[in-house]
């Protein structure tokens, strides 16, 4: 089992700057990739960015890439999203979650999820 915990959600202004955590206990946390996902009201969970195990390796969703970085501190058992250039449609809840699978993108390959957390953009 891996807990997962995120945090540093908050009400932000466009164009503002975010950094999300996401402090994980339990097993090994350098076993497993690590992936940030979102979801607005009334829409499908979406891919936003990944990290492999060594964390050199990353992958973006297009809406993102340019304006998102994710990392990983191992020896924190922690993982980050930095969110730079923030636009109102990255308006969601910002979900972290461990890798069990082999797609990177894809939310079903993805085993354990912490409970989330809320970013506002205003325009």
């Known amino acids: 089992q891996v807990q997962l915990v995120e945090s540093g959600g908050k009400l932000v202004q466009a164009g503002d700057s975010l950094r999300l955590s996401c402090a994980a206990s339990?097993?090994?946390?350098?076993?497993?990739?690590m992936g940030w996902f979102r979801q607005a009201p009334g829409k499908e969970r979406e891919f936003v960015s990944a990290?492999?195990?060594?964390?050199?390796?990353?992958y973006y969703a297009e809406s993102v890439k340019g304006r998102f970085t994710i990392s990983r501190d191992n020896a924190k058992n922690t993982v980050y999203l930095q969110m730079n250039s923030m636009k109102p449609e990255d308006t969601a809840v910002y979900y972290c979650?461990?890798?069990?699978?082999?797609?990177?993108?894809?939310?079903?390959?993805?085993?354990?999820w912490g409970q989330g957390t809320q970013v506002t953009v205003s325009s």
């Open positions: 979650a461990a890798n069990l699978g082999v797609s990177y993108s894809s939310a079903a390959s993805y085993g354990y």
């Open positions: 339990g097993r090994t946390f350098n076993n497993y990739a």
């Open positions: 990290i492999m195990l060594n964390g050199v390796r990353t």
